[in-house]
């Protein structure tokens, strides 16, 4: 970088911030509520220190939890209590809002041709990469600040919540970096994203199995970092140098990438491929599943890895569930074990619905959808063929991750686990009410598919803070996730399932409706 | 009966009149150019007539049926050409082909290599790395390799060098010749000067001209370019002749079509050395319609 290949970077930086501002204080917006309704209730729910050590031991003692949320490493401290999930589980969503910042003014504006249109004006070759990592810093910084003037506010240690919000900024940096490098390694937005999360759900996976196994193998991670740092009670300061140190290395590699490949081309020449089609794609459903296959490929790996693991690490079930003063604390915490860990990925598995959507969304807004329509596929064929590869694809990975579980768990602890399989599928129905509403913004108008996004994100905030701020019933039941039973530490509920599957059904059935009366385009 | 006919077809997008009373005729074997600039409503007028959007009011009727309720009927009988095409990046160009052809019902393996031969076009490259002109000759191979009544061609050669418009013009001929009938939305005159049987002018969403270039012409004027024998007395008083000027013994003006014989026969008595008549070319037809919009001095029209 010079300083003629960074001219414009801070005209560009002001126009990625506007464009932004919805999603950016969303997010941000939500984070900080998790961070606040965690602190300002962890008082109540641990009045006493032998309410707490009791509840850090139980914590501590159930793998599953350690794997999911890392360890807490002072039992005394009420501030480590009341960030136990935020320390590394939510630090993933800090992650996961600076990747999409960073890939959107980067990799996608590049594959749209909008890199090349400003690139044809007075800005330097660095500047689109430069303008998106100044607001990358700001941002992370920004979010550390907030979430440090939250803790504090809630009557928490304020240097242990300057260390907290440092770490969950140290987070965003090194996402910033991730962002950036895998932005160059392909020419496809969508396989970088791929990259992207990829590499965070390694360092998740290798910061679980290092805190449940191998102590070396957390160090490698920064999440792992994130509960190292020891943020209230002997904090490491200086392991948080350790964060920019890491993204400034990562940026390094991403602008030397940069520099030695040409405008819109990935690291990888693409390959030309063949001339003629497969005269099986000659139908919607069979666009789809092409347009998607390596995506679905990719989440079934991921979703395959991180149930095997969650599995092996899963203690023996029937001991913990028999000893029943335990099994009250571990359900305040939010659940059973597996029923734990199946509410969180179900609600990541719903994304796959949401991405399969907003693709689809982005074809009506490129183009695409109208070329498909001028043929004889009916618009009921186009809806019908998204919405089976979405519902499909999220019942598939829900049922893989049922069987990843049951293998990890047999193979490390032998059999006498319950129908891991049904515990899985009774996520299913939650799963498709979101893939519905998602299905059901889309038909309102293309412009409108992001608004799908919002909604896994948003069920988990009514349920986690609903519960905290002990908000009245309706509120919990606003969330699909919310009537699920915790199967198989609790029986299957046929009512609930027949009517979350209905409920899909209807809103499915509305939309279909809306899509075949509306222009496209 | 007509391949396409509208009568008063209304589309809004909310307080914008996109088309505003349009009407349309193309009857079968004819190819139609559609004449307008940016936003005059051609493309809205494609997309209503292939079912994308629905219309707000007036009739329209495209290969007897109803473009809205039989839009997968009828798109077996037809072929679009948008005019920016935009294609899967993980997909080929042949496999992009292949897929539009067979959700069409199929196509010409011969005519298909042969357009990609014609066209210059490697089938084996993702859709990311084609550029405009590439992604638009995929989408005119895909409709032209396929047996079909109708094609509609949206501004369909803006990306096209003028060797591959040659192609493009050659091709649509030969299905012209099959019995094809075409709507031509273009904003190139030569392009519909060469192809076009009849055009509509279209603007602010009406027609404001439709019929084949020689009555189109005959509501404009010729140019005449004459050297006289003699002076030319009493000629600028004549019905019809505008824009009269002399330079020594020649003589430049402007005369209605129906006044051509009139000038013709006093140019006659005074004594013809030099003659040139020219037509009006179809700039000339359409500057008329849009030329309040270009002369210097007058704000362009929001559209």
């Not at chain 1, 300002?40 to 159930?62: I, K």
Request: glycine share 10%; net charge neutral; proline share 5%.
């Amino acid at each position: 970088m010079s300083a003629s290949t960074l001219t414009g970077t801070g005209l560009l930086t002001r126009v990625d911030l506007r464009r932004d501002r919805v999603v950016i204080a969303s997010w941000t917006g939500v984070l900080l509520l998790m961070v606040v309704a965690s602190a300002a209730t962890a008082g109540t729910l641990y009045p006493d220190e032998a309410t707490r050590v009791r509840a850090v031991h139980a914590l501590n003692d159930s793998p599953a939890i350690v794997a999911l949320y890392g360890p807490i490493l002072d039992p005394n401290s009420i501030g480590e209590l009341a960030m136990t999930k935020l320390t590394v589980l939510y630090a993933v969503f800090v992650a996961m809002l600076l990747i999409v910042v960073v890939r959107r003014h980067t990799r996608v504006e590049e594959e749209s041709g909008r890199t090349e249109l400003v690139g044809g004006t007075a800005v330097g070759r660095d500047a689109p990469l430069a303008a998106a990592l100044v607001e990358a810093v700001g941002l992370s910084l920004t979010l550390g600040g907030l979430a440090a003037l939250g803790n504090a506010a809630c009557g928490l240690d304020v240097a242990g919540s300057v260390a907290f919000g440092a770490l969950w900024a140290g987070t965003g940096l090194v996402a910033a970096g991730i962002a950036a490098l895998t932005s160059q390694i392909s020419a496809s937005a969508r396989t970088c994203a791929a990259w992207a999360a990829g590499t965070i759900a390694v360092l998740y996976v290798l910061r679980a199995v290092g805190d449940t196994g191998p102590q070396w193998l957390s160090w490698l991670s920064p999440f792992g970092w994130n509960t190292q740092v020891r943020a209230w009670s002997g904090t490491r300061w200086w392991l948080l140098l350790a964060y920019p140190a890491l993204a400034a290395v990562l940026v390094g590699v991403a602008t030397v990438l940069r520099a030695h490949r040409d405008l819109g081309s990935g690291l990888v020449a693409a390959r030309p491929g063949p001339a003629e089609g497969s005269p099986r794609l000659a139908d919607a459903l069979a666009l789809a599943l092409k347009v998607h296959a390596t995506a679905i490929v990719l989440w079934s790996v991921g979703v395959g890895v991180l149930g095997v693991v969650f599995g092996a690490i899963t203690p023996g079930l029937s001991d913990l569930l028999d000893s029943l003063g335990m099994q009250d604390l571990i359900a305040k915490l939010g659940g059973y074990f597996l029923a734990a860990i199946l509410s969180v990925v179900s609600v990541v598995i719903s994304y796959f619905a949401v991405t399969v959507v907003a693709h689809t969304g982005r074809d009506e807004e490129d183009g695409r959808t109208e070329v498909v329509l001028a043929t004889t596929t009916s618009r009921s064929r186009w809806f019908g063929a998204s919405v089976v590869v979405a519902l499909g694809g999220t019942a598939w990975l829900l049922v893989e991750m049922g069987i990843a579980l049951w293998i990890g768990y047999v193979a490390a602890s032998g059999p006498g686990v319950g129908n891991l399989l049904a515990a899985a599928l009774a996520w299913v129905p939650a799963a498709w009410v979101t893939a519905a509403l998602a299905a059901l913004c889309f038909s309102v108008g293309p412009r409108w598919t992001a608004v799908g996004w919002v909604w896994p994100g948003a069920f988990i905030t009514f349920e986690i803070v609903g519960e905290l701020l002990e908000a009245p019933r309706w509120v919990l039941d606003l969330s699909p996730y919310q009537h699920v039973p915790a199967v198989p530490a609790e029986p299957w509920d046929w009512p609930a399932e027949t009517g979350l599957a209905v409920v899909a059904a209807l809103i499915l059935v509305l939309a279909w409706w809306r899509f075949r009366a509306r222009d496209i385009g | 009966m007509a391949v396409i006919e509208t009568r008063g077809l209304v589309k809004r997008f909310g307080r914008v009149r996109a088309l505003d009373g349009l009407d349309l005729v193309v009857p079968p074997g004819e190819i139609h150019g559609f004449l307008g600039p940016n936003g005059a409503g051609k493309s809205t007028t494609i997309r209503v007539l292939l079912g994308l959007l629905r219309k707000d009011g007036g009739e329209v009727r495209m290969l007897g049926g109803d473009p809205w309720r039989d839009a997968a009927a009828l798109h077996r009988r037809l072929a679009y050409v948008p005019g920016e095409v935009s294609l899967w990046p993980n997909l080929t160009g042949g496999e992009a082909i292949d897929l539009l052809a067979r959700l069409r019902g199929g196509l010409d393996p011969k005519r298909r290599a042969e357009l990609l031969e014609r066209f210059d076009l490697d089938p084996t490259k993702r859709g990311r790395s084609y550029s405009k002109g590439n992604r638009q000759k995929v989408a005119l191979v895909a409709a032209l390799a396929s047996d079909v009544e109708l094609l509609l061609l949206d501004e369909p050669t803006t990306g096209l060098d003028p060797l591959m418009e040659e192609v493009f013009t050659e091709y649509v001929d030969t299905f012209r010749h099959r019995g094809g009938t075409v709507l031509l939305s273009s904003h190139v005159l030569a392009e519909v000067e060469r192809l076009c049987d009849r055009v509509s002018i279209i603007r602010n969403g009406k027609v404001v001209e439709s019929g084949t270039l020689a009555d189109l012409r005959h509501l404009t004027r010729t140019s005449i370019d004459v050297v006289l024998a003699g002076p030319p007395d009493g000629l600028a008083q004549l019905e019809g002749i505008h824009d009269f000027d002399v330079d020594g013994d020649r003589v430049r003006f402007q005369v209605e079509t129906d006044a051509v014989d009139r000038a013709i026969g006093a140019l006659h008595r005074i004594g013809i050395r030099t003659l040139i008549a020219q037509p009006p070319t179809l700039e000339e037809l359409f500057l008329r319609h849009y030329g309040d919009r270009i002369r210097p001095g007058s704000a362009p029209e929001a559209e």
